[in-house]
């Protein structure tokens, strides 16, 4: 089992710039893939950025939405990964999953263990 907490949510003028954290326990964090998803009212919830757990490759994805404002990263020491989020427009605002699973994945499905969520809101 791992549980996940997500942190670092809230309130931000399009343009700027957040970082949301997602803090991991149980398990060990090294050993999972790690990704974020994100999902507004009345939608399905979407891919963001993903990263792998193997110490040789820490390859990242990315949603094409997100591509080139939007960073993935992970320490492994304090059992947490990153969304470090800029250039962000009112089209971001949603509520942001963290997931973790033994693989990777860009799929909802894919993904075993899942946060309670937190809001991004964008203002224009």
């Known amino acids: 089992q791992v549980q996940l907490v997500e942190s670092g949510g809230g309130l931000v003028q399009a343009g700027g710039s957040l970082r949301l954290s997602c803090a991991a326990s149980?398990?060990?964090?090294?050993?999972?893939?790690m990704a974020w998803f994100r999902q507004v009212p009345g939608k399905e919830r979407d891919f963001v950025a993903s990263?792998?757990?193997?110490?040789?490759?820490?390859?990242?994805h990315y949603a094409d939405t997100v591509k080139g404002r939007f960073t993935i990263s992970r320490d492994n020491a304090k059992n947490t990964v990153y969304l470090q989020m800029n250039s962000l427009k009112p089209e971001d605002t949603a509520v942001y999953y963290c997931?973790?699973?033994?693989?990777?994945?860009?799929?909802?499905?894919?993904?075993?263990?899942w946060g309670q969520g937190t809001q991004v809101t964008v203002s224009s």
């Open positions: 997931a973790a699973d033994e693989f990777i994945g860009t799929r909802e499905n894919e993904y075993d263990y």
């Open positions: 149980g398990r060990t964090f090294s050993c999972y893939a």
């Open positions: 990263i792998a757990w193997t110490p040789w490759s820490r390859s990242t």
